[in-house]
């Protein structure tokens, strides 16, 4: 009965979004209040009802409904509870729902947080939210309905994918979801300020905190699968461009442009169409990445299952949101004035040319990505592209973004002086440079790839000092005061910055001076690297609750004393029969050692493949990842997104705040 | 004529999604086609004594179905393949590819056998070889010996009325 009453509920859903589509955009038009304030009990209702749906598949997985197909086919008495609740998500039909459920409560938080917001503008934003939820719940119970039965029920399930049973799995993909989905609240704003031709600054300031959150969200999600892969797929790498990688990166290199270029059309009126083809944009990169990790176009290490029909659908609905959206921007755009003048020296120009080559890097990444695809398309054969392209393609491209980096927030607006930033700045990059030069040669000796991301990664942390510095010189109370009363948003974006440039500095320790070794391994044999020595003690075989498992025990020791004991797995799922690797990791601020159990040399399994890994300053990464996030969150909490602000008063060209975050 | 300029680059975009569809990224074009099928000589599963050859098909068009108990697709695969083994369509041959875990007689015993033999290819030497990327894999071998089609991924009823058919009339059984 429950998962016939999900059903249900997801069809009151549909029905819901459908009124939600209709009537409040129909009522914006022809100026109906009565039609327009349909928009949030609609929008609520039918979170209600998703949520409702969801709360029904969760049910059947915690109970081992088999006769559910989407239970026996990613489910199995042995699952541990907690892997049978993260198994809805798991499998392709859930994931949708999940989907579809985090629009929802977008769409719930948008109708909540949205009385300071004209009444019009709000039944246009949910509106269109409300035209996406129609398209996605009808691709669900057309193509991917999670509550179909099976008859006979199967007496046991076929095991969620062993590779998304870590805990690293659990939270990646609802993030990775409230990133993807919350760039629909920007691109819902941008439609509706189309559609009413109100293209001003309260429309970008509106625009703001839903796009910071839904970046943070999203950069959560996707250091979230990096950190898991590295873990899990027990090669040592965190990222490996694969297209399902890139289609999640792609979005956040179109949202990290936008962010920054909403900033300057609050503050300056100006870079309009610019802003909302970045709005659009985003979303739409994150249909396309839902496209491409879902109808099996482009083959990736991640296998979900494909079915042509699916694809399908989401392409042609695909083409219909896009396709509409852009014909709409093309239609609107000679509205888009653009006000406030610029030079070429100025913080306007510097986030320019910032977007430009995001844009760029962004447009290299996609072209690697679909390459195969259309030289497939056109007949001329099957290649693959690989790490190497977007190594030596996306670096270079990426590296003049970082340098802007640490030069645009200290730019004035409008007219920054040139010589002013030079005198600002020489230190930073006097500090920056000897960095890069010199320090490869404590290292390895020389190496550009090294040198130029030691300069890049000094550059921005030094730049971040030199902007408080700034903000606070003048400033009046003792120091700790004059912190706290900067704005929040100063604080993220400084945060965020720093973050970045942490992270910069672990990729390039980790990438050029990691090292690894791969060794034959049995009872009492030893390998040695970066100064510890590995004995292999022994390896034994144990049960899980659903799998079996050969652990090898390994000793590590450090000039000569005990330091750590590392226990490396390898596990096969008793439903499936999947082998998997668990790698065991020792981690530090410095580095990670990190131990891979690969398969067994002889019969007995007493002997064994063995790959051991150094990885210096690894946890750079995700520390630095961490501040992005924590950056993220704080810029969009700053109070002056929650102050009142009456539209009609904020001038498009708000050049009063010229010397704002 | 520049704000039109998104619009096109979509559409152009979708062009190439849409044909991506009805394209199978997965399959590479094998070096096997139309050149001798690699000789073996395996054990058979059940039946420790007797050794299977490619040779012993010669002078019949016959499949060779790479499958393994461990692999899902493969019983996802496994009800066409019970149905084409009566609806008297070629021979299948089951190569039965790095089965560690000892299971495949049992497993057939219990789901029904669609193959003629079963080779045991426990180190999944044959299936280098034959260039196997993953299961379940087939090949269609004519009455030469010579390997004319290779299917990845599991045959369903629309693949092998789009593939296998054509090519079986081709051949000419």
Same mark, same amino acid.
């Given at each position: 009965?429950?998962?016939?009453?999900?059903?249900?509920?997801?069809?009151?859903?549909?029905?819901?979004?459908?009124?939600?589509?209709?009537?409040?955009?129909?009522?914006?038009?022809?100026?109906?209040?009565?039609?327009?304030?349909?928009? &949030?009990?609609?929008?609520?209702?039918?979170?209600?009802?998703?949520?409702?749906?969801?709360?029904?598949?969760?049910?059947?997985?915690?109970?081992?409904?088999?006769?559910?197909?989407?239970?026996?086919?990613?489910?199995?008495?042995?699952?541990?509870?907690?892997?049978?609740?993260?198994?809805?998500?798991?499998?392709?039909?859930?994931?949708?729902?999940?989907?579809?459920?985090?629009?929802? %409560?977008?769409?719930? +938080?948008?109708?909540?947080?949205?009385?300071?917001?004209?009444?019009?503008?709000?039944?246009?934003?949910?509106?269109?939210?409300?035209?996406?939820?129609?398209?996605?719940?009808?691709?669900?119970?057309?193509?991917?309905?999670?509550?179909?039965?099976?008859?006979?029920?199967?007496?046991?399930?076929?095991?969620?994918?062993?590779?998304?049973?870590?805990?690293?799995?659990?939270?990646?993909?609802?993030?990775?979801?409230?990133?993807? *989905?919350?760039?629909?609240?920007?691109?819902?704003?941008?439609?509706?300020?189309?559609?009413?031709?109100?293209?001003?600054?309260?429309?970008?300031?509106?625009?703001?905190?839903?796009?910071?959150?839904?970046?943070?969200?999203?950069?959560?999600?996707? $250091?979230?699968?990096?950190?898991?892969?590295?873990?899990?797929?027990?090669?040592?790498?965190?990222?490996?461009?694969?297209?399902?990688?890139?289609?999640?990166?792609?979005?956040?290199?179109?949202?990290?442009?936008?962010?920054?270029?909403?900033? $300057?059309?609050?503050?300056?009126?100006?870079?309009?169409?610019?802003? $909302?083809?970045?709005?659009?944009?985003?979303?739409?990169?994150?249909?396309?990445?839902?496209?491409?990790?879902?109808?099996?176009?482009?083959?990736?290490?991640?296998? %979900?299952?494909?079915?042509?029909?699916?694809?399908?659908?989401?392409?042609?609905?695909?083409?219909? *949101?896009?396709?509409?959206?852009?014909?709409?921007?093309?239609?609107?755009?000679?509205?888009?004035?653009?006000?406030?003048?610029?030079?070429?020296?100025? &913080?306007?120009?510097?986030?320019?040319?910032?977007?430009?080559?995001?844009?760029?890097?962004?447009?290299?990444?996609?072209?690697?990505?679909?390459?195969?695809?259309?030289?497939? +398309?056109?007949?001329?054969?099957?290649?693959?592209?690989?790490?190497?392209?977007?190594? +030596?393609?996306? $670096?270079?491209?990426?590296?003049?973004?970082? %340098?802007?980096?640490?030069?645009?927030?200290?730019?004035?607006?409008?007219?920054?002086?040139?010589?002013?930033?030079?005198? &600002?700045?020489?230190?930073?990059?006097?500090?920056?440079?000897?960095? @890069?030069?010199?320090?490869?040669?404590?290292?390895?000796?020389?190496?550009?790839?090294?040198?130029?991301?030691?300069?890049?990664?000094?550059?921005?942390?030094?730049?971040?000092?030199?902007?408080?510095?700034?903000?606070?010189?003048?400033?009046? @109370?003792?120091?700790?005061?004059?912190?706290?009363?900067?704005?929040?948003?100063?604080?993220?974006?400084?945060?965020?910055?720093?973050?970045?440039?942490?992270?910069?500095?672990?990729?390039?320790?980790?990438?050029?001076?990691?090292?690894?070794?791969?060794?034959?391994?049995?009872?009492?044999?030893?390998?040695?690297?970066?100064?510890?020595?590995?004995?292999?003690?022994?390896?034994?075989?144990?049960?899980?609750?659903?799998? *079996?498992?050969?652990?090898?025990?390994?000793? *590590?020791?450090?000039?000569?004393?005990?330091?750590?004991?590392?226990?490396?797995?390898? &596990?096969?799922?008793?439903?499936?029969?999947?082998?998997?690797?668990?790698?065991?990791?020792?981690?530090?601020?410095?580095?990670?050692?990190?131990?891979?159990?690969?398969?067994?040399?002889?019969?007995?399994?007493?002997?064994?493949?063995?790959?051991?890994?150094?990885?210096?300053?690894?946890?750079?990464?995700?520390?630095?990842?961490?501040?992005?996030?924590?950056?993220?969150?704080?810029?969009?909490?700053?109070?002056?997104?929650?102050?009142?602000?009456?539209?009609?008063?904020?001038?498009?060209?708000?050049?009063?705040?010229?010397? @704002?975050? | 004529?520049?704000?039109?300029?998104?619009?096109?680059?979509?559409?152009?975009?979708? @062009?190439?999604?849409?044909?991506?569809?009805?394209?199978?990224?997965?399959?590479?074009?094998?070096?096997?086609?139309?050149?001798?099928?690699?000789?073996?000589?395996?054990?058979?599963?059940?039946?420790?004594?007797?050794?299977?050859?490619?040779?012993?098909?010669?002078?019949?068009?016959?499949?060779?179905?790479?499958?393994?108990?461990?692999?899902?697709?493969?019983?996802?695969?496994?009800?066409?393949?019970?149905?084409?083994?009566?609806?008297?369509?070629?021979?299948?041959?089951?190569?039965?590819?790095?089965?560690?875990?000892?299971?495949?007689?049992?497993?057939?015993?219990?789901?029904?056998?669609?193959?003629?033999?079963?080779?045991?290819?426990?180190?999944?030497?044959?299936?280098?070889?034959?260039?196997?990327?993953?299961?379940?894999?087939?090949?269609?071998?004519?009455?030469?010996?010579?390997?004319?089609?290779?299917?990845?991924?599991?045959?369903?009823?629309?693949?092998?009325?789009?593939?296998?058919?054509?090519?079986?009339?081709?051949?000419?059984?």
């Amino acid at each position: 009965m429950i998962p016939e009453l999900g059903n249900l509920a997801l069809i009151l859903a549909l029905l819901l979004a459908i009124t939600q589509a209709v009537l409040p955009i129909w009522g914006a038009q022809t100026g109906n209040a009565t039609l327009m304030r349909v928009a &949030r009990p609609a929008a609520q209702g039918q979170f209600a009802f998703l949520l409702l749906a969801y709360a029904c598949l969760l049910h059947a997985f915690v109970i081992n409904d088999f006769t559910v197909v989407n239970v026996a086919r990613n489910s199995f008495s042995q699952l541990p509870v907690v892997y049978r609740v993260t198994a809805t998500w798991g499998s392709h039909e859930g994931s949708m729902l999940m989907w579809v459920l985090m629009l929802a %409560f977008w769409t719930l +938080a948008v109708s909540l947080f949205s009385r300071r917001l004209p009444e019009d503008m709000v039944a246009r934003v949910i509106g269109v939210m409300g035209v996406i939820s129609v398209g996605f719940i009808l691709f669900l119970l057309a193509t991917s309905n999670p509550f179909l039965r099976i008859h006979p029920a199967p007496l046991d399930g076929n095991d969620m994918n062993p590779l998304l049973q870590d805990w690293g799995m659990i939270i990646h993909p609802p993030m990775l979801y409230m990133g993807y *989905v919350g760039f629909a609240v920007a691109f819902a704003f941008a439609i509706a300020a189309l559609i009413s031709g109100r293209l001003d600054a309260a429309w970008a300031r509106w625009s703001r905190p839903w796009t910071t959150v839904a970046w943070a969200f999203l950069t959560l999600g996707i $250091v979230l699968g990096s950190w898991w892969a590295y873990r899990e797929l027990g090669w040592g790498g965190w990222w490996f461009w694969d297209p399902t990688e890139n289609a999640s990166f792609m979005p956040w290199i179109a949202g990290t442009a936008l962010i920054h270029s909403l900033a $300057v059309t609050e503050k300056r009126g100006t870079f309009k169409a610019w802003t $909302v083809l970045l709005a659009l944009s985003a979303f739409s990169l994150s249909l396309l990445g839902t496209f491409l990790v879902r109808s099996g176009v482009l083959s990736s290490v991640h296998a %979900f299952a494909t079915d042509p029909s699916r694809g399908a659908f989401i392409l042609g609905f695909l083409v219909v *949101v896009i396709g509409a959206s852009l014909a709409l921007y093309a239609w609107r755009a000679p509205r888009m004035i653009s006000g406030g003048d610029f030079t070429w020296f100025s &913080r306007e120009s510097l986030l320019l040319a910032n977007n430009v080559v995001l844009l760029a890097a962004l447009g290299s990444v996609l072209l690697g990505t679909l390459y195969p695809l259309f030289m497939d +398309a056109l007949g001329l054969g099957k290649i693959s592209v690989g790490p190497p392209y977007f190594n +030596a393609v996306f $670096v270079p491209l990426i590296a003049p973004a970082l %340098f802007l980096m640490g030069v645009g927030p200290l730019a004035r607006w409008k007219d920054a002086s040139l010589p002013d930033a030079v005198t &600002r700045l020489k230190w930073a990059l006097a500090i920056a440079v000897a960095t @890069g030069l010199l320090l490869p040669f404590t290292l390895d000796g020389f190496n550009p790839w090294a040198s130029l991301g030691f300069f890049l990664a000094m550059w921005i942390a030094l730049s971040v000092l030199v902007a408080f510095r700034d903000r606070l010189k003048h400033a009046q @109370g003792p120091w700790l005061e004059r912190l706290r009363r900067l704005p929040r948003g100063f604080w993220g974006m400084q945060l965020a910055h720093f973050g970045l440039a942490w992270g910069v500095a672990g990729i390039t320790l980790v990438s050029n001076y990691e090292t690894e070794r791969d060794v034959r391994m049995e009872p009492g044999s030893f390998t040695e690297l970066a100064g510890y020595r590995f004995t292999f003690v022994g390896s034994e075989e144990y049960e899980g609750p659903n799998f *079996v498992a050969a652990r090898a025990t390994i000793e *590590v020791t450090q000039d000569g004393r005990r330091a750590f004991t590392l226990r490396p797995e390898k &596990r096969i799922y008793n439903a499936s029969g999947m082998p998997m690797t668990e790698a065991s990791l020792h981690p530090n601020f410095f580095r990670d050692i990190y131990v891979a159990l690969g398969e067994p040399l002889d019969d007995s399994h007493t002997a064994w493949a063995v790959r051991v890994y150094h990885k210096p300053f690894i946890n750079w990464l995700w520390i630095g990842a961490a501040l992005l996030v924590l950056g993220g969150f704080l810029a969009a909490s700053d109070r002056r997104y929650r102050i009142a602000v009456k539209p009609e008063t904020v001038p498009a060209a708000a050049g009063l705040k010229a010397q @704002g975050a | 004529m520049k704000r039109w300029l998104p619009l096109l680059v979509f559409l152009i975009l979708a @062009g190439f999604l849409a044909k991506g569809l009805f394209l199978n990224p997965r399959e590479v074009p094998s070096p096997l086609i139309g050149k001798a099928a690699p000789a073996f000589s395996l054990p058979v599963v059940g039946n420790a004594e007797a050794a299977f050859t490619p040779e012993s098909m010669r002078g019949q068009v016959w499949l060779l179905n790479v499958w393994a108990p461990w692999c899902v697709a493969c019983r996802q695969e496994h009800a066409f393949l019970m149905q084409l083994a009566r609806s008297g369509a070629p021979p299948i041959v089951g190569l039965n590819w790095k089965d560690k875990s000892r299971e495949a007689d049992a497993l057939l015993a219990r789901t029904g056998n669609p193959y003629r033999a079963v080779p045991d290819d426990l180190d999944g030497r044959v299936g280098i070889d034959y260039g196997v990327t993953g299961t379940p894999e087939t090949y269609l071998i004519d009455r030469d010996g010579i390997v004319r089609l290779k299917h990845v991924g599991p045959i369903d009823e629309s693949a092998w009325n789009k593939k296998f058919e054509p090519k079986l009339k081709e051949i000419g059984t």
